[in-house]
């Protein structure tokens, strides 16, 4: 049977409610702590009574809110009431003239909602404070400057098959016999001390680390010891100079570690390999000793880790020298952990204990260093793992990344074992991008969306500027979207100044530090973005409301107390004519006037819309008042 479909008022889309300081009188209350909760509608609406709905031990409650004040373009509902369970999750009912409505974070309704689609506040969170002003840069260590070349990859060291290491002039294209992860440009951490000053001139204060422990690869992920900084890199204690270099900037750094498995050359699996009996034989899963094991993706260089082992545990995290507890410690004193393919951690047919395992892993990473930032990598729907217990946030691909590439350049979707991509002849409707984006932060409280480490691309997926054929108006209107998006934002490094994929290295090509190959423009662009994220305390905690839905045209504002951002994203080569664009339902008043950030122009609502030029191919960013 076809699912009928109804059209909500028009006034409907004036209501809003998030969990800001506009909205939210406390982020982050304490237990049993009262909290003013705040409700946004437009002059005019036919709201007989708006009630608040919560779930108390399971029983529903409904309690009346006020009608508490009316600005020049808003009436404003309210209720001040105890937090009285550590996930308080709640919603509104309107009682209005055209019927009952359900308002919750995904929307209004005329159908009653589930309820992991409500607000949520988390009593007593601590959130990792210094979070709130960083932009972090992440490096692919190898591909960043050699430093020192006495430590590069040598084909004496070690043999894989026929193949040996070897590492390659800075830039030059691999010969196309070489194995991919044999190819090596002697990037260091010596290096990465080495450009701090760019860095900072920059204006990111948080570098992200692509593992840097010792493995026999380029990117690391094959570790072969968690507990010394592989000496190519320039050793345990070159990572030591790193943290006093980046303490003298202000700046800090997190690591990226890979407990779902470890590499073959790993003493933990060459010892099972040799003795089924022997202690670590239970970290694996053996299906015929010694060649037949569980291994990632059914790569046999990387046997999955076991977590069913008491001893795993305690040696990956639970006891006081493992490994997740040794690396925040001083002398390295990193800031956090990047986990590698989290969404796959603990879960192995039919063991499927990786909400566990999290819990645990966060456990220990905060009794260590109770700021540490804990994220995951999850390409899919992570909301399960983002409810304050697991992951302080999660490499934000489902919920920012793609579904803003498939509004770009259109939908892509690959998979392990698939021949070939699912691909749209057309880029995604607007309307689909906005649900995707307002379906993702509903599904986690607002303390945590404003944790998510927002990338737009990676060392595991095509460079922005080649997804986008080089186009530039493209590439910027993804960055304004990524630096005014909630959560924390991360450049790839080189995005800045225009690199794009490498024949045979694809995005992990060598950084080019010859400044006459570098566009100018660009940095200068990226350097204001970061700048004002860094400044405002609208990005960092504002609200967010999509106000437009156009064929080609997305609109949304952050919201603070005295000011906010209107972000305008239009992907269409054909221009958008000068005209209006209607904003009487985003509480702007009549008179605001509003100035773009990178143009210096100006422009001003009037009768609830905002009067613009002709709007080209790209993102324009406008401000008022204080941001």
Known sequence: MPVLDYKIPDWLNSVHHDGSQQYVSTAVPHLHEPVTLRLRVGHGAPLRQVYLRTFPDGE?????????????????????????????HYRFVLEAEDGVWFYTAVGPTAHIPLDHTDFCLLADYAAPGWLDTAVFYQIFPDRFYNADPTT????????????????????????????????FYGGDLPGITAKLGYLHDLGVNALYLNPVFTAHSNHKYDVADYDHVDPHFGGDEALVALRQALDAYHMRYILDVVPNHC????????????????????FFTF????????????????????????????????????????????????????????????????????????????????????????????????????????????????????????????????????????????????????????????????????????????HD??????????????????????????????LYYGDEIGLMDVPGLASRGCMVWDEASW??????????????????????????????????????????????????????????????????????????????VFTGKTAEVVDGRLILDTLPQGATLWQSGQI
């Open 461 to 490: 997926t095509p460079r922005l500027r080649t997804e986008l054929q080089g186009n530039d108006a493209l590439h910027r209107l993804a960055a304004i979207v990524q630096f005014t998006y909630p959560g924390i934002p991360c």
């Open 287 to 458: 299906t015929h000793h010694p060649d037949g094991y569980a291994s990632w993706l059914g790569v046999w260089l990387l046997p999955k880790l076991n977590y069913r082992s008491k001893e795993l545990r305690r040696r990956m995290y639970g006891g006081e020298t493992a490994v997740f507890r040794r690396w925040l410690q001083p002398p390295f004193s990193a800031d956090g952990w990047r986990v590698d393919v989290a969404n796959m951690l603990g879960r192995q047919g039919e063991t499927q204990i990786g909400w566990e395992i999290t819990q645990d892993i966060r456990r220990a990473v905060k009794e260590t260093r109770p700021d540490a930032y804990l994220i995951g990598e999850n390409f899919f729907d992570a909301s399960a793992s983002l409810q304050g217990d697991q992951w302080d946030g999660v490499m934000n691909y489902a919920g920012l990344a793609s579904p803003l590439l498939a509004w770009l350049r259109g939908y892509q979707q690959g998979a392990h074992g698939l021949d070939g991509q699912i691909k749209a002849p057309l880029p995604w409707p607007t309307a689909a991008l906005a649900a995707t984006w307002q379906q993702a932060l509903a599904s986690i409280p607002w303390q945590i969306a404003l944790q998510q480490f927002n990338v737009i691309n990676s």
């Open 60 to 88: 529903q409650a409904l309690a009346r809110m006020t009608r508490s004040q009316a600005t020049r373009a808003s009436d404003w509902w309210e209720i001040t009431l105890p937090v009285n369970q550590p996930y308080f």
């Open 263 to 282: 590499g073959y050359w790993h003493p933990w699996f060459q010892a099972a390999r040799a003795d089924i009996n022997a202690p670590e034989a239970e």
């Open 519 to 596: 566009d100018g423009d660009l940095l200068d662009f990226y350097r204001e973005l970061i700048r004002l994220r860094r400044e405002s305390v609208v990005l960092q905690k504002g609200g967010f409301q999509i106000l437009a839905v156009e064929a080609d045209l997305l609109a949304y504002q952050r919201e603070g107390a005295n000011g906010r951002f209107l972000i305008i994203a239009q992907r269409s080569q054909t221009p958008r004519p000068a005209g209006p664009m209607p904003l009487v339902h985003s509480g702007i008043a009549n008179g605001t006037q509003l100035r773009e």
């Open 152 to 183: 590069d990859p040598k084909p004496e060291e070690y043999e894989f098959g026929s193949y040996r290491p070897r590492t390659y002039p800075w830039g030059a294209p691999p010969p196309p016999d070489q194995l991919f992860p044999f190819v």
